[in-house]
């Protein structure tokens, strides 16, 4: 920032220089999610944008983000910060605000294998359907309901004998084990 700037009373996060205005959204303090929500629609630098949208905590705003910003790498930072508080959001109403903002297979089946909640586990997998997906989420979700109800859902033969050989817990494997045994996948 310039002497002059100083004197003007332009805050760093205004700076013509897109660098100084990415370190200061790092400086930004979390409660400031207003100005760090400006910065992350407004900005002219999609690098500044990225920058602010991982610090947005708004799901809403950060799902209109991934849709609408015309930079794929703005998208992508909005749709990893709905994955991580979806994934590790204690509440429920703010971890399936975030759930609501995913729609890509890939994405929904990080959040049903490590959400830290169990019914938004429940949830993500209810919108997955990509057998690959369902049985990788019956071999490691954290939650013992979630690979349960993903076993459930494999029909393909070949993913079930993946889970019934490459699950790390036993019980979701002999299930698999057994229904390979008994030809129904």
């Known amino acids: 920032m310039s002497l002059l700037d100083r004197f003007r009373g332009q805050p760093e996060w205004q700076h013509v220089d897109p660098s100084v205005r990415v370190s200061a959204v790092d400086d930004l303090d979390d409660d ?32 209109r983000i991934a849709e609408t910003d015309a930079d794929s790498g703005v998208q992508a930072e909005a749709l990893t910060a709905l994955r991580d508080i979806a994934v590790g959001e204690t509440d429920r109403a703010v971890a399936e605000a975030a759930l609501s903002g995913l729609s890509v297979t890939k994405d929904l089946g990080e959040v049903a294998r490590g959400a830290t909640l169990e019914a938004v586990g429940l949830a993500a997998l209810e919108r997955v359907d990509a057998q690959k997906t369902i049985s990788a989420v019956s071999r490691r979700s954290v939650h013992s309901s979630v690979r349960h109800a993903a076993l459930g859902r494999v029909t393909d033969s070949d993913e079930l004998l993946a889970v019934a050989t490459k699950s790390d817990h036993r019980d979701i494997a002999l299930a698999a084990f057994d229904r390979l045994l008994a030809g129904a996948p």
């Open 32 to 63: 400031a999610q207003g100005v760090l929500l400006a910065i992350a629609t407004e900005d002219a630098d999609a690098g500044v944008r990225a920058a602010a949208v991982g610090r947005v905590t708004d799901s809403a705003a950060l799902a």
